[in-house]
């Protein structure tokens, strides 16, 4: 905000010699303060983020090997509002995230997948896990429609079954 401000004010002084050393500073400032923000950073914690997305989950995993994973997507039974391109989709594009390396479905219920339709067209999937459930919805089919035009590879599991993420082993 600083170099933003000193930006503002000096551009009318541009003529002075100063004002021109101060200006050129205060744009790299800006510009890297800028690319510092999307640099991807590693963490040796696993951190997790719960979003309000009405009236089912979405959760959000950062694994300390630099993984992700988004669990379920939320819904609403308002389909003017998409849950999915405005709190989740916003949420990852604000974290600098373009790509999921997995989307876990819990369960075939509306209020669980509709957030998931938009971010599995929104961003690129390395895999989809669901449970071996199933639904004759339209949006349901609609989902594994997405995730087959993609080439998202869909596995299943079941109760017991252990996925790991570096040292992180969820159940």
């Not at 309000?52 to 819904?75: H, Q, T």
């Not at 938009?118 to 989809?128: A, G, P, T």
């Amino acid at each position: 905000i600083t170099f933003f401000y000193i930006i503002i004010f000096g551009l009318p002084k541009f003529r002075n010699y100063v004002w021109k050393r101060v200006l050129l500073i205060s744009f790299i400032g800006l510009f890297l303060s800028l690319a510092y923000r999307r640099l991807p950073f590693r963490s040796d914690t696993l951190n997790i983020t719960f979003l309000s997305v009405g009236l089912g989950d979405a959760v959000y995993f950062e694994f300390p090997d630099g993984k992700n994973m988004l669990m379920d997507g939320g819904g609403n039974w308002n389909y003017k509002y998409d849950i999915g391109e405005t709190v989740i989709s916003a949420f990852l594009w604000n974290k600098g995230v373009y790509k999921i390396d997995t989307v876990v479905l819990t369960h075939p219920h509306f209020n669980h997948y509709q957030g998931l339709l938009s971010v599995m067209e929104n961003f690129q999937i390395k895999k989809f896990i669901k449970t071996g459930e199933n639904s004759d919805e339209e949006e349901f089919e609609r989902l594994m429609a997405i995730a087959q035009r993609k080439n998202i590879p869909v596995s299943e599991v079941s109760d017991g079954d252990i996925l790991t993420f570096g040292d992180v082993a969820l159940r």
